[in-house]
Each structure stands twice: as structure tokens, then as C-alpha cells.
């Protein structure tokens, strides 16, 4: 009866946690009890339990907890390339070019764009070479656009840069999250060990801890050896970080220099190379697509600083004035107009002539310069060097969420593998359950006989 009761139990225990994630359905395994040796020979002695197995497959787990950590991977990748996309407040389509359909980009997101202030900059230079077109009103507008354009240079790699810092902040928050990680194995290798130090095995925390290795392969990528009592041991990089039920190590982030956040182990101070997990992934859009972007963005910034003030510099105001830059600073952080012509527009240089009056020569230069190939930019005009930039922005954001996509179903093929051969059918318990319960009944029914018989053998004897 206590061996159909454990039967019983098991199934309810099933049941119990048909919904709980990372659950592993059990099996009672049964055995003939010892036979006994009797005048009449060899004779059976009943059931007992001879384990409750937790039906897994060890192989399918360690390809999903893989799968963690690629999906972990391109999902951070993703996320960093978004925050990117609307700090340079360009929103693109799948293809990579401005989407007038997508609802979230506005007449006034456009207009805002550093791309849309590119053009109007040169629209304006090219406005004051209209048949009189050379008025305060058109030389205010002109530097009021100037202005524009810097700001929006100056936001672009702002806002870059503060995606690259936030990347930082969050490669921080998952070194943590990694160290409660193992922090947590440890405890629970200790729990195991214990449990099954006098036989057995303890399933359910085995189930927690292949959930705690999935969440610790959504962060960072790691090898694990089996000891003999067990435990699991995590190493990443090469290095031990918990060793039986002691954490041998830890994570930390490090300033490998220039604000340029990476992983060692705490202790040891050895730098480690992350291949998957969200730590992976944030350090590669960092590093590759958005620096490179924060890179190009202030070439072309340089370039248009560069290319006005040369063409300005060869110009008079209506004084007969020259000598002042158009723009100041050298890149798109420190980026501005030249505060001398802010305050007054007559000193803007766009005449070739300090006494023809009405000659607007270099208005009419520097208007040109809109379409003017420029070497710095690989031969590019500024319009279309920006363009790429905004283009490859938008590749590589369609390649993370192709890849996210992509990944999420192989994710789920792997989850609906581990659901067939470990998750708990309703109906198969309830048979389960239903064959232990008559079991019990039959083995309550043979006590029962068994009773009546000693009462009748006992009454013989009175």
C-alpha cells in the first residue's frame, strides 16, 4: 500500500506543477521487493519502490540553455539598435529607408531629422542668390537653419553617445544579475548533494538549477563539468566561478579604457571574451555598429564644418568685412555657429567681392556645396553619406530582428522538443493516478482478507 501511495503521490506532484516552467514530469519506478525463502521454496514478497525518476534529456537541455544565450544575444543587439535608430530620430522599414507609413514617425519627426536640417542649411545658403534674395530676413534665416543643423549634430552624437552609455550601465545590471546566478547554483549544488547524500535524487532541485543555468546562459556563455556528488561547476572564459556549493569567483565590468565597459572575474582581474548572452550582445552593438555610427556621424560633421568655412572664408559681408568663421568647434559634439554672426547676420561672408554690391558668389558656393562630392567622405555628398550611415544603421537592425525572429522559433521547437519528452500530460497522470489508485484498493482488499483469515485462524484456537 505504501509503494501504490507513492505512485499516487508522484502523479499528484505532476499534476501540481503542470504549469510550473522548468518542471520535469517524475516516474515511480517499481521493483519486486526481496523474496523470502520458505518451506515451499523461493517466495515473493510484494513491491517497493525502487526510484522516482525525473524524466529529462540532458542533451535537448544544454541546446536550449545554448539557445538562451544566442537569443539572449540578438535580442540585446536589437534593443541597443532601436534606442539608436530614434536617437538619431530617423525611422526606417525593413529595408532600411524612411517609412512614411510607419505610424510612429510624424511630419514633425522628419522635419526634425539631422538629414531633413541638411538639406534645409543649403536651402537657405541657396535662397539669399534669389533676385533679392539677399535681405536681414533671409541672412537670419539662413543662420537660424545653421543653428538648427549644429543642435541636430550635436543631439545625434549626444544621443549616441548616451546609447553607448546606457549599454554600460546595463552591462552592469547583468554582471549582477549573472553573480546572484551562480550564487544561486552554488546554494542549490549544496541542497543537492544533501538531499541525495543518502540515496535517491533530489528531482525537483535539479529542475531549479537546469532553470537557474538557462537564466545564466541568457547573460554570459559558460562550460559546466559534473562532480561526483553532483554538483555543477561554472567556468567561464577558463575560469572556475563556482566550484561544488563555493563561488569562486565573480563578474565585474571594467573600464578597458575610453569609457569602454567589459567583463573579468572580480578576483582574479582576468578579462574575459563573451560570446553569447545579452553581455555579449550589448558589448558587439557598442562596439561595432554604433561606434561606427558615432564615428561617421562626427566625420560628417568635420566635413561640413571643414568645407563651410573654407568656402566662407573667401567671402566679405556687405561691409567689406572677412576674416570670421561660419562654424566653430572641430566635430558633432562641439559643433556651433560662430557666435559673432548670431548676433549679427550682416557679418555672414556671401559676397566674392568686398565692393560689388549684390554679389552673392559665395552664397551661391556654398549652396553648391549640397551636391559636391567630398573626398573625406569616401566621395560621397554630405546628404548621402549621411544617408548611408542611416542605412547600415537600419541593415543591421533588420539583421537583429530577422535574427530575433529566427531564433524565437528555433527557441520554441526546442521548448515544444522538452515539452514532449519532459513536461506533464493531464491525461497521462490521470491513467497513472487512476492505475495506482486501484492498485491501492487491491492491496487495502489483500490486507483485509489477509486480517480475516488470521482473525479465523486465531478464533480455531478459543
Given at each position: 500500500m505504501a509503494t501504490q501511495m507513492a505512485g499516487v503521490e508522484t502523479a499528484g506532484h505532476n499534476l501540481a506543477n503542470v504549469n510550473t516552467p522548468g518542471y520535469s514530469r517524475q516516474r515511480v519506478n517499481l521493483q519486486a521487493s526481496t523474496p523470502l525463502s520458505s518451506a515451499a521454496g523461493v517466495q515473493g514478497n510484494g513491491v517497493q519502490v525502487a526510484s522516482i525518476q525525473r524524466i529529462v534529456d540532458d542533451l535537448l537541455n544544454?541546446?536550449?540553455?545554448?539557445?538562451?544565450?544566442?537569443?539572449?544575444?540578438?535580442?540585446?543587439?536589437?534593443?541597443?539598435?532601436?534606442?539608436?535608430?530614434?536617437?538619431?530620430?530617423?525611422?526606417?522599414?525593413s529595408t532600411g529607408s524612411t517609412d512614411a507609413s510607419n505610424t510612429t514617425a510624424t511630419a514633425t519627426d522628419a522635419n526634425a531629422s539631422l538629414s531633413a536640417k541638411l538639406l534645409d542649411f543649403f536651402k537657405t545658403a541657396r535662397a539669399l542668390t534669389n533676385e533679392g534674395g539677399d535681405t536681414t530676413a533671409n541672412r537670419e534665416f539662413f543662420v537660424k537653419s545653421a543653428q538648427s543643423l549644429a543642435t541636430a549634430f550635436n543631439d545625434a552624437n549626444s544621443q549616441l553617445g548616451a546609447v553607448r552609455t546606457s549599454i554600460n550601465s546595463a552591462l552592469a545590471d547583468d554582471t549582477a544579475s549573472a553573480n546572484s546566478l551562480l550564487t544561486k547554483i552554488a546554494d542549490l549544488n549544496g541542497q543537492i548533494s544533501d538531499a541525495e547524500a543518502a540515496g535517491g535524487s533530489a528531482n525537483d532541485l535539479r529542475d531549479q538549477r537546469d532553470q537557474t543555468l538557462q537564466n545564466l546562459s541568457k547573460l554570459v556563455n559558460f562550460t559546466t563539468s559534473t562532480s561526483a556528488n553532483g554538483a555543477v561547476n561554472i567556468s567561464v572564459g577558463g575560469q572556475t566561478l563556482v566550484n561544488g556549493q563555493s563561488v569562486s569567483d565573480t563578474l565585474q565590468t571594467y573600464d578597458a579604457g575610453g569609457g569602454q565597459m567589459l567583463v573579468r572575474t572580480a578576483t582574479g582581474s582576468v578579462a574575459l571574451t563573451v560570446t553569447s548572452g545579452s553581455l555579449a550582445g550589448e558589448i558587439a552593438a557598442r562596439d561595432t555598429t554604433l561606434a561606427d555610427a558615432q564615428a561617421k556621424v562626427d566625420a560628417l560633421a568635420t566635413a561640413v564644418i571643414t568645407q563651410v568655412n573654407a568656402v566662407h572664408a573667401t567671402g566679405f559681408t556687405a561691409a567689406g568685412t572677412t576674416g570670421n568663421n561660419f562654424f566653430t568647434g572641430t566635430g558633432a559634439g562641439t559643433m556651433a555657429v560662430n557666435a559673432a554672426l548670431v548676433a549679427d547676420s550682416s557679418l555672414v561672408q556671401i559676397s566674392g567681392s568686398p565692393t560689388a554690391a549684390g554679389d552673392v558668389s559665395v552664397a551661391l558656393a556654398l549652396g553648391q556645396l549640397s551636391s559636391a562630392s567630398q573626398s573625406a567622405l569616401g566621395n560621397q555628398t554630405f546628404s548621402q553619406a549621411y544617408s548611408k550611415i542611416v542605412g547600415n544603421l537600419g541593415s543591421?537592425?533588420?539583421?537583429?530582428?530577422?535574427?530575433?525572429?529566427?531564433?524565437?522559433?528555433?527557441?520554441?521547437?526546442?521548448?515544444?522538443?522538452?515539452?514532449?519528452?519532459?513536461?506533464?500530460?493531464?491525461?497521462?497522470?490521470?491513467?497513472?493516478?487512476?492505475?495506482?489508485?486501484?492498485?491501492?484498493?487491491?492491496?487495502?482488499?489483500?490486507?483485509?482478507?489477509?486480517?480475516?483469515m488470521i482473525q479465523t485462524t486465531l478464533g480455531l484456537k478459543s
Open positions: 544544454g541546446r536550449i540553455q545554448s539557445q538562451a544565450g544566442v537569443q539572449a544575444y540578438w535580442t540585446a543587439q536589437q534593443s541597443a539598435l532601436q534606442n539608436a535608430e530614434t536617437g538619431l530620430n530617423e525611422f526606417l522599414n543591421d537592425l533588420k539583421t537583429a530582428n530577422d535574427r530575433v525572429d529566427s531564433e524565437a522559433s528555433v527557441a520554441a521547437l526546442l521548448a515544444a522538443q522538452r515539452n514532449s519528452v519532459s513536461g506533464v500530460s493531464t491525461d497521462e497522470e490521470m491513467t497513472t493516478l487512476l492505475a495506482f489508485q486501484r492498485a491501492y484498493t487491491a492491496s487495502a482488499e489483500l490486507l483485509k482478507t489477509v486480517d480475516q
